[in-house]
């Protein structure tokens, strides 16, 4: 399963961006996670084939939402309200089990300034 994301950039906390993660094919679960610099790479947010199943780091809970159209093989992240501490370099990941994540995108550069 090849993995494409897309959607990062610089912007102003409090403001919002949209991520893309296009796959090759369909797969169970589709998720973000992301790594600060200096920092280990965390979950963010996971959703299921169905996109009745989602879940997220409490840090972006009520801010963050995932969806995925299947028609398409892609997953979205809408990111709101983005704060400095959001800054990261995101990765989408999808898997054929729930929750488990074996393939992995290249990342997109996500910066907020204050």
């Known amino acids: 399963v090849q993995l494409q994301a897309s959607g990062g950039g610089l912007v102003q906390a409090g403001g919002s961006l949209r991520l893309t993660c296009a796959a090759s094919?369909?797969?169970?679960?589709m998720g973000w996670f992301r790594q600060a610099p200096g920092k280990e790479r965390e979950f963010v947010a996971g959703i299921d084939w169905s996109g009745g199943s989602t879940n997220y780091v409490d840090s972006v809970k009520g801010r963050f939402t995932i969806s995925r159209d299947n028609a398409k093989n892609t997953v979205y992240l809408q990111m709101n309200s983005l704060k400095p501490e959001d800054t990261a370099v995101y990765y989408c990941?999808?898997?054929?089990?729930?929750?488990?994540?074996?393939?992995w995108g290249q990342g997109t550069q996500v910066t907020v300034s204050s």
């Open positions: 094919e369909r797969t169970f679960s």
């Open positions: 990941a999808a898997g054929v089990l729930r929750a488990v994540y074996s393939y």
